[in-house]
């Protein structure tokens, strides 16, 4: 990809210049190995925290799985870069017409160093002009404003008629601007958010006002990329496939931006260049897509299928191409006990807790490489499996997970813990809304293979919600596993919900070794967690919070192995199918990462860690 061009505008006022993708920009050139575009000093800089400035903040395409026409030549203009900012009291009407005094860099959350903010606000305006290019346009097209996620309310104005209203801090969403947009001049864009953290009951995850111990500071804002891009009148909005069991095919199911009356969609599957299955019908109703010589995906071969759709409704057509991977998960009985099945074998899921907190970004990885950088990591210390902790990521970080082949179980963000039992109707109602839009926006993602609605009663109302959620999202998504509540041991709202497809308890440090029921599989959903820090590499001003120090690099190792050996010795007699080591990097006050905070130092023996890793899941495989 290197010397590959494309546009993308840089400043507030429109002005597009070309950026030459994956080459190093001048300022990133002149900056030092802890600088900021901004000057200010980074708390603790990682790699890559020098290698962003205004002209290259996640400039790669941020949708992979609905890239327009393709993911190698999309269509689209980046609104990533330096915005004007103003904090706010809530109270007055969105600054049209008037330049704000601050500047911030998005998609960075206003309280992370790469933002140029460093502070955080309840209330805030984002305001930008834009110049959009005129074949935009051309032609009856329409342009979307498009963004990968604002936490919490983000209201979108454009040249002061609002196009958009968004509640939700982890979900996407996008709005035809075209019956706002000028003829001539620049485009005013603003952006009005409410972030309440966790003064609010709404998901948060693990973000705090007041961060301490395992909780860590607030991302508020913008914090996933923005973009336009031209599209027909009628458009595709998703597109997901769904593996069928026979693994010999897929179900494609499409959503679309206007009316469905009259419109066909067309979808080809390729294998390696080659066409491997085509179907087609009318659009918004499923189809079934064949696939000859069925080639499936696994963390050992993750094999993705190249796909394109074209929707044609008279003399409108769009094309869109994605990707999907044949694969499937299931329980099953194995030597007359429960075990979690992948395309039909019994497979161990040995997994790392990754929280998905930067430094330099809070939120938001520094760069697509850092985003890379914990799955590749995760993988070559010979891990299959990822638990996305109360948290979920941009879009690029499940293509990411897909393509390196990591299977994924996806929490979803909690509720502020520690106080369930005054949570009202509105707010369970709230958090019920946000999980079903969460499990539609990700159903796609072939790594994903289960939902966790409730870690260790966070947010959980009462023992009966996390059965009730289970069967919420096994009604919307039932290709995937739900494990009702991680941690039925601990820690709020306790108790076993009886519920879902996997039982899953927590012991630090363990591991612990639950036995199957009757109709569900067992894993330890948290284990590990020895905590070592290393000076020059810890978040500032934070004490430790130790699950079980260790005095130095030999001990973690050791520490680690004689850990994983209970799993590879003693799992495959209790039959569990998996664990979750807490965890891939620390994080701000948790020094019990494989990594520290910064990524620039691996903790543990690569080889020795891998090797543990993989005579685990060799162990607990197949009888």
């Avoid at 363990?510 to 199957?516: A, D, E, I, K, Q």
Wanted: negative net charge; hydrophobic residues 40%.
């Amino acid at each position: 990809m290197a010397g590959t061009m494309r546009m993308q505008c840089m400043t507030w006022f429109g002005t597009c210049v070309m950026v030459a993708m994956g080459m190093a920009s001048p300022a990133m050139a002149a900056s030092d190995a802890s600088g900021t575009w901004s000057g200010k000093p980074a708390p603790l800089a990682t790699p890559w925290t020098a290698e962003v400035s205004p002209d290259n903040a996640l400039p790669e395409y941020p949708r992979p799985q609905l890239a327009r026409p393709s993911l190698d030549h999309p269509r689209w203009m980046s609104l990533n870069g330096l915005w004007q900012y103003a904090p706010a009291d809530g109270q007055g009407a969105p600054p049209f017409g008037q330049a704000l005094k601050q500047q911030v860099l998005v998609p960075y959350p206003i309280e992370s160093v790469l933002s140029g903010v460093q502070k955080h606000a309840d209330f805030m305006f984002y305001r930008r002009l834009v110049d959009i290019p005129a074949d935009f346009t051309a032609h009856g097209q329409h342009v979307r404003l498009n963004f990968g996620a604002v936490s919490q309310d983000a209201t979108v104005y454009v040249n002061g008629k609002q196009v958009a209203n968004h509640t939700g801090g982890y979900t996407s969403f996008s709005a035809d601007i075209t019956p706002a947009l000028r003829t001539n001049g620049p485009q005013e864009i603003v952006v009005a958010v409410h972030a309440p953290v966790d003064s609010a009951n709404v998901m948060v995850g693990k973000q705090r006002l007041k961060p301490e111990g395992i909780f860590y500071t607030a991302a508020s804002g913008i914090w996933q990329s923005v973009w336009l891009e031209p599209v027909p009148a009628v458009s595709v909005a998703q597109l997901n496939l769904v593996p069928a069991r026979s693994l010999d095919a897929f179900t494609v199911n499409t959503t679309l931006h206007g009316r469905c009356e009259g419109a066909t969609l067309h979808v080809t599957a390729y294998a390696d260049g080659k066409v491997a299955g085509e179907a087609s019908g009318p659009a918004c109703q499923s189809l079934h897509l064949s696939i000859a010589q069925p080639h499936l995906w696994s963390p050992r071969d993750p094999f993705l299928y190249t796909i394109k759709a074209t929707l044609t409704q008279g003399d409108q057509r769009d094309e869109v191409t994605s990707y999907a991977g044949l694969r499937t998960i299931a329980i099953d009985k194995v030597a007359g006990r429960n075990r979690i099945v992948l395309n039909g074998k019994p497979t161990f899921l040995l997994a790392t807790l990754d929280q998905g907190y930067w430094p330099d970004g809070i939120y938001t990885a520094p760069t697509d490489a850092a985003l890379k950088f914990d799955i590749q990591k995760t993988k070559d210390l010979g891990f299959n499996t990822i638990r996305k902790h109360i948290k979920v990521e941009p879009a690029r970080w499940y293509y990411w997970a897909d393509r390196i082949g990591l299977m994924v179980w996806q929490d979803m963000p909690a509720l502020p813990n520690g106080h369930n039992e005054k949570l009202s109707e509105a707010d369970r109602t709230g958090f019920r809304a946000d999980v079903s839009a969460i499990v539609d926006q990700l159903q796609g993602e072939t790594s994903i293979i289960g939902w966790i609605p409730f870690n260790e009663g966070w947010g959980q109302w009462s023992i009966p919600a996390a059965a009730e959620l289970a069967a919420q999202i096994k009604q919307r998504d039932p290709s995937r596993l739900v494990d009702a509540r991680s941690g039925a041991n601990c820690c709020d709202t306790k108790g076993d919900p009886h519920a879902g497809d996997v039982y899953d308890i927590h012991d630090y440090q363990g591991p612990g070794l639950p036995s199957p029921d009757g109709t569900r599989a067992s894993m330890d959903g948290e284990h590990g967690g020895l905590t070592l820090g290393v000076p020059g590499h810890v978040w500032p001003n934070t004490p430790i919070n130790p699950y079980g120090a260790v005095k130095d690099r030999d001990a973690l190792n050791d520490g680690y192995v004689a850990n994983t050996a209970v799993l590879r010795d003693k799992g495959p007699a209790v039959s569990v199918s998996g664990s979750v080591y807490t965890q891939i990097t620390d994080v701000e006050g948790e020094h019990n990462g494989l990594f520290t905070y910064d990524r620039k130092v691996e903790k543990v023996d690569e080889a020795k860690v891998r090797a543990i890793n993989e005579a685990t899941i060799r162990a607990n495989g197949e009888p």
